[in-house]
Structure formats: structure tokens, C-alpha cells
């Protein structure tokens, strides 16, 4: 089992659309989760962060959290061709004895007009 | 802040030859990770450091590969010999308060190994 997993895609949806990212992780006990945005041939950037179990909304943004379920997720509300990028969830977690940062294989989404 | 710096952007070697990439992190940040992204095994953390002390290299492939970071405004990762399947694109990051932290990642350099 992958420490964090997310479907490939690649996930298409019209614009104007929600669309929804999901990511399931392996450690029970991982306390940080990040959605990482990346345009191609470009740097991963920071979409959003959350830490608590719940939702978190940041303009059109959601990320929400089950950490009972091991489940995090971002909407995208009125998605828009801009939006049109590989999003990686990563988890912070204790992995081959140190805590870091562990990035999923990353969701390619692409909103078609 | 101009964010995080790397270079070079594009690198083209041969097979044998020995590569130096280079980072600079966003001043004030104390820790600093290097990735190397492909497509077959994604993002992939090789080694960081907090306060220019190496804390995890679990994540460097093998001996060919070393990182140092001879001050805070600087790191170098070093591939001596190079070969054909380090071809990826590395990527720098740094953090201001932990390896939990949020990571801002510079443009990345992209290596090429003839």
C-alpha cells in the first residue's frame, strides 16, 4: 500500500463545474495535510493547508479532513481552464524513521470549456 | 522575497561527468529539502536539512549522489558519476519552522544525462 494515495486521472469536468480531488493516506497518526498545485513544467505551489478534521474553505477552495477515515479532499468550486494543472495531496508522516513530507503520484485535472 | 533560487534551470551532461545543482532558500527559513521529481515514482524527498545540519538522507538513492549545505543561504547537490537514470527534474524547497511546515519550492532544475 502506498503511503498516500490519490487517482491519476486524468479527471475532466466542464468549466463552471466542482470538481473533487480525493487522497487516502496510511498513517492514523499524521497531524499536517497539504494541496500542492502544479502547471506543466512548473514547481509544485501551495493551494492549501489543513490540520484539523472538518472543512476549510479559501475562495474557491474547500479542503476537508477525516482523519478517522484517513480521507482528505479539495473541491474546486466553478472550476475554471486556469485550473487545468496536476494537484498533489502530501502528508506529513513518519516514514522509514524520520517525519517529512510525503507527496501522492498527484490528480491531472482539466476543465475543457 | 525572490523565493526560493536554483540553478541552473537546465542541465545537459553525459554519462561520467559529475553535476553540482545549487539553491539558495528563502532567507530566514530554516529548513531545506531536496526532491527529484519523474514520472515513474513522482516526488520523491532525497535529503533536508535544519539549520545546515543534514537531519534525513534516507532518500538519497546511493553513494553517487551528496548534499552539503555550507551555510544558511546556500545548498549544493552534487551527482558524481552522473548516469542515464538520474535523468529528472530536482527540486529545492525550503521551510521556515519544520519539515511539517509549509514548503515553497523553487523553479526546479531539469537534468538531462546523455
Known amino acids: 500500500q502506498k503511503e498516500v494515495e490519490q487517482n491519476s486521472g486524468p479527471l475532466s469536468v466542464p468549466e463552471g463545474a466542482i470538481a473533487s480531488l480525493n487522497c487516502t493516506y496510511s498513517?492514523?497518526?499524521?497531524?499536517?495535510f497539504f494541496w500542492y498545485r502544479q502547471y506543466s513544467g512548473k514547481s509544485p505551489e501551495l493551494i492549501m493547508s489543513?490540520?484539523?478534521?472538518g472543512d476549510k474553505e479559501d475562495g474557491r477552495f474547500t479542503a476537508q479532513l477525516n482523519k478517522a477515515s484517513q480521507y482528505v479532499s479539495l473541491l474546486i468550486r466553478d472550476s475554471q481552464p486556469s485550473d487545468s494543472a496536476t494537484y498533489l495531496c502530501?502528508?506529513?508522516?513518519?516514514?522509514?524513521?524520520?517525519?517529512?513530507?510525503?507527496f501522492g503520484a498527484g490528480t491531472r485535472l482539466a476543465v475543457h470549456p | 522575497d525572490a523565493g526560493v533560487i536554483q540553478s541552473p534551470r537546465h542541465e545537459v551532461t553525459e554519462m561520467g561527468q559529475e553535476v553540482t545543482l545549487r539553491c539558495k532558500p528563502i532567507?530566514?527559513?530554516?529548513?531545506l529539502f531536496w526532491y527529484r521529481q519523474t514520472m515513474m515514482r513522482g516526488l520523491e524527498l532525497l535529503i533536508y536539512?535544519?539549520?545546515?545540519?543534514?537531519?534525513?538522507d534516507s532518500g538519497m538513492p546511493e553513494d553517487r549522489f551528496s548534499a552539503k549545505m555550507p551555510n544558511a543561504s546556500f545548498s549544493t547537490l552534487k551527482i558524481q558519476p552522473s548516469e542515464p537514470r538520474d535523468s529528472a527534474v530536482y527540486f529545492c524547497?525550503?521551510?521556515?519552522?519544520?519539515?511539517?511546515?509549509?514548503?515553497?519550492f523553487g523553479a526546479g532544475t531539469r537534468l538531462s544525462v546523455l
Open positions: 524547497a525550503s521551510s521556515q519552522q519544520g519539515a511539517g511546515d509549509i514548503q515553497y
Open positions: 498513517d492514523r497518526v499524521s497531524q499536517s
Open positions: 489543513i490540520y484539523s478534521n
Open positions: 502530501a502528508v506529513f508522516m513518519f516514514s522509514g524513521g524520520y517525519n517529512k513530507l510525503i
Open positions: 532567507s530566514g527559513h530554516d529548513y
Open positions: 536539512f535544519n539549520n545546515n545540519v543534514p537531519i534525513d
